[in-house]
């Protein structure tokens, strides 16, 4: 049996995390319509407070906005941040885009071993894009390169679990 000072200290703690996660939705919801309809500065603003707090959605969307220039000053290496960040929490759309940049070498270094890793998570993902993706750069990799990649990803896995 629970004493009723600890249910009163569990029902405290409940509401006050339900209450801090309504504020987020809110946030990102805010900061969507506000990208839609092209304000982007309280996209921004909206975007950079959660990205902060770890937010993958709010983070891809910072990325793609410092990718395209959308408010701020394009900045290849701020995208790249953002994206990463993302990525790390199995975003397939973050995994994607990260992957197109190291094959481009926009805002990372030209790295297609690097890029066809990001774009092998983004696949297991289910990403449409990201399957042709790979497929279509890796028939432009020798094996031995696509073979280090698959490893990288399966690292990758290891580390940061397979979702």
Known sequence: MVCNVCMKRIISAAVLMFGLAAPAWAG??????????????????????????????????????????RG?????????????????????????????????????PHDDVVAEMWLILAASHGHARAIKWRDALAKMMTPADVSKSQRLARVWWAKHGKK
């Open 72 to 108: 701020v000053s394009q900045n290849g290496t701020k995208a790249a941040k953002w994206y990463r960040k993302a990525a790390e929490q199995h975003d397939p759309k973050a995994e994607y885009r990260i992957g197109t940049m190291y094959h481009a070498g926009r805002g990372v």
């Open 28 to 69: 990102y919801d805010e900061g969507l319509a506000a990208y839609k309809r092209g304000d982007y500065e309280a996209a921004l603003r909206e975007f950079r407070l959660l990205a902060e707090h770890g937010d993958a959605g709010a983070q891809r969307f910072l990325g793609g906005m410092y990718l395209f220039g």
